[in-house]
């Protein structure tokens, strides 16, 4: 089920990605200021891939961004800071991300990608489990806000999950911006 839901996801969000090129720029102004309450002193993004919605416009003031890392196949992600023009290079999955070089560190808030989402937090991945296992990581260790980065129109009533999804604690798009059920 979850492998033609990506499919059919996929293809949606490619012809969202054409429909509304702005949408990224929307969806970032639609963080709200005084979120969250807590002090934030990290934040992960994500170097978008193909039809992702890129979230190079979020910024939390006072706080350092970060970007992820593939370091193996079955490992969480790991996150490093980033500025812009700082060098990029490939991860272990070919995927552009700062360099070794560059501090690790632990967002309090991660934006992730995501192929559909729905209403109670639920979030539907590529399939690799990247997210899934980091999300885990990063709750082990203490608070992280989960925020969903998707078009509105990556919403679906209901997604199949299994006992390693991790469910999102918000969603971002260009309509606005809402916590989850789950919150």
Do not use: C
């Not at 501090?103 to 934006?111: A, K, N, Q, S």
């Not at 192929?115 to 997210?131: E, K």
């Amino acid at each position: 089920m979850k492998s033609t839901l990506r499919i059919e996801m996929r293809a949606r969000r490619r012809r969202l990605a054409v429909e509304a090129p702005d949408a990224a720029l929307r969806a970032a102004a639609n963080l709200p200021g005084d979120w969250p309450q807590a002090p934030v002193a990290t934040y992960g993004l994500y170097h978008p891939i193909g039809s992702e919605l890129d979230p190079g416009a979020i910024q939390i003031v006072g706080a350092r961004a970060a970007l992820p890392v593939v370091v193996g196949r079955d490992a969480p992600l790991a996150f490093r800071l980033f500025s812009p023009g700082d060098a990029l290079g490939p991860d272990a999955l070919g995927i552009l991300a700062p360099t070794s070089r560059t501090e690790t560190v632990w967002p309090d808030i991660l934006f992730v990608p995501v192929l559909a989402f729905d209403g109670r937090g639920g979030r539907l991945g590529q399939g690799g489990g990247f997210y899934d296992r980091t999300i885990a990581a990063l709750r082990a260790r203490g608070q992280v806000w989960v925020v969903g980065v998707a078009y509105a129109g990556q919403e679906v009533e209901n997604l199949p999950l299994e006992s390693h999804d991790q469910r999102l604690d918000a969603i971002l798009t260009e309509a606005g911006f809402r916590l989850t059920a789950t919150v």
